[in-house]
């Protein structure tokens, strides 16, 4: 495999910022969707131990423990993706793919401001 030389290119920090605060902002609702999604949890109630249930409402419970423990590992992606490219604005690295070194089409950045890879290495 061989080394590409990364670019020396970076965005000018006025066209920087609104994407920041985009990402600050998904930041924050990813965070307070993280905590509702506790709150929904059917195993966050402690009591539901003390309970007789049938099973017909154990298993509610457990298929509602699962879907939200899913929507969570979303919401962490999500979370992961967002704090990455922050870091990488941070450095410098924003823009640039992360296999190749090459700059990001615009127009992908336009639509996911967290993408990490270029159509090319994307694809690969």
Known sequence: ????????????????????????????????RKKQLTAEDPFS?????????SLDTDAAEISGHDRVSALKWEVDKGLVRVRKTLTRMKLGNYGLCAKCGQMIDTD?????????????CGQA
């Open 108 to 120: 992908r950045l336009a639509v996911d401001p967290t993408v990490e890879l270029c159509v090319t």
């Open 1 to 32: 495999m061989k080394t590409v030389a990364k670019s020396k290119f970076s965005f000018p920090l006025q066209v920087l910022q609104p994407i920041r605060d985009y990402l600050m902002t998904q930041q924050v609702k990813l965070l307070k």
């Open 45 to 53: 109630d402690t009591s539901r131990v003390d309970d007789n249930a």
